[in-house]
């Protein structure tokens, strides 16, 4: 059995393979998942679906009284893989697009574009496909480190970027850098990264984030930090700029996001991003990770 929740906040696919003549079904969250073990994508399940597998096949109901769609955005900006299918395309196409927007709305001359790997990549591709500089690779990631955000303490975080990300000294040195990144949270690995890259030798560096500022933790599933860990919900992109030590820095407009996945804006859910949370939150848990001024309003 699989169940979707009414606002379809996470994805879930559905997949058939063939096994001994038979056609079976699997779910799964992304596609990737399918085109691991073979399996061809078949559509996702719906908001408030439930699908029951038996051996006769696949059979569903609709349990929920007003589904209404709600899809999570930063599955599209980040948490999902580039090779997972979302709206009929890959996430890949998709923050592509992002970096193309995020040129056409903060364009700053530079030698070169780079992506923080892997997930800012993509994206970095789409701005140095706008505004015509040229791609390179400024950072080299070890593949055997996990996500950085996620560890629990902040001294596991620091160290968890020192082994992570190795700049490449002979592509910097001397050069003005624009760096892309899908989103700063707490702006820890940012900061570190802008260190690395100024001691690599990089002559100016220019952040640019193909999302808007995180301001609101997520109460629905993605374990974020509490709002005062947030580095956007306090400083303005000025002081935030500042503290990260780069020479310039823009995010993506809230507007450019939604119009880049060319879905209706309303089936998503961006509360991260303007507080606007579409499932009710039980007030002990925004107390436990709210700001004091946003739970006066
Ligand atoms: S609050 Fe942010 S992370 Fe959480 S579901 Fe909404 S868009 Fe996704």
Not at 238 to 262: C, F, H, N, P, R
Request: proline share 6%.
């Amino acid at each position: 059995m699989g169940a979707r929740d009414p606002n379809g906040i996470r994805p879930l696919v559905l997949g058939t393979f063939l096994s001994n003549g038979i056609t079976r079904y699997v779910l799964a969250s992304e596609t990737c998942a399918l085109d691991i073990i073979g399996a061809e994508y078949l559509r996702e399940v719906e908001p408030g679906e439930l699908v029951w597998i038996t051996e006769a096949g696949l059979a569903s109901f609709h349990w929920a009284k007003k589904p209404e769609r709600k899809l999570c955005i930063f599955e599209m900006i980040y948490f999902a893989r580039p090779d997972s299918l979302m709206h009929e395309e890959t996430l890949y196409r998709y923050r592509v697009r992002l970096g193309e927007q995020l040129a056409k709305e903060s364009p700053v001359d530079a030698d070169f574009v780079m992506g923080v790997p892997d997930s800012g990549i993509p994206a970095a591709i789409g701005y140095s496909r706008h505004s015509g500089i040229p791609y390179e690779e400024g950072l080299i990631k070890n593949r055997y480190v996990g996500r950085t955000f996620i560890q629990p303490t902040q001294t596991m975080r620091e160290s968890g970027i020192r082994m992570k990300l190795n700049p490449l000294k002979d592509v910097l040195a001397g050069k003005r850098a624009i760096i892309v990144d899908d989103s700063i949270v707490r702006g820890t690995t940012s900061r570190k990264i802008v260190r690395e890259m100024r001691e690599a030798g990089a002559k100016e560096v220019h952040m640019r984030i193909s999302s808007p500022p995180v301001t609101h933790p997520c109460f629905y599933g993605i374990d974020t930090d509490s709002q005062d860990q947030l580095i956007a919900a306090t400083k303005s992109v000025t002081e935030i700029a500042a503290q990260l030590g780069v020479d310039s820095l823009a995010y993506l407009s809230w507007e450019g996001m939604l119009a880049a996945t060319g879905e209706d804006p309303n089936s998503f859910c961006s509360a991260c991003f303007t507080g606007d949370y579409p499932v009710p939150v039980p007030d002990p848990l925004k107390r436990a990770k709210l700001r004091l001024e946003e739970l006066a309003v």
